[in-house]
């Protein structure tokens, strides 16, 4: 359900210019931001879910395991490889832009770190074994809010910046790269 949203696109619609979602998936740039729009549909769901663990309510620790795939599947996989090759471009062709977004990778570095201790701590409550769940809760909650202030410095600096100056001829063969 969640890994829809980015098999869709890679399997092809019949048609390459407006589909539902809305962006132009010939730009890499577009694409990019389609994908921070869907994080923030599913991020949500996580804080709620980290809530019920701390509240003794209602949790489903499937869907806690199937939000955490989708982040540290097609989201930190595919989308900061997108990322990094973008500002790997701003790097060599605008180094006195892209100067003060050289932590981007490391945050992402950081990210994988942080999804696969929380998937290993997800698993073994899933194997009925015993995992302090207020731990859990606030892991999950500190993943998902490091997320989404990623996002947003994301969508307020280096896209706005790399919407300005890329080419749309180096973002379309990026996105092509991407899709095939
Ligand atoms: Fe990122
Ligand atoms: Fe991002």
Redesign the pocket.
Known sequence: MLTSFFNRRSTGGASSSASNDDHDVEDILAL?KA??RH?MTLLPLLLKQADEIEQAGEVDYELIHELLAFFSGP?NKA??AK?DQVYGWMRKNVPSQAAGLHDVEDIHKAFTLQLSQLRQQVEAILLDQDVPRDRVAAALKDFAEREIN??RA?EAGFLPMADLLMPMDVRRDMSRKHHH
């Open positions: 990019i994908e921070h994080s989201m989308h900061h990322e990623h996002i994301e």
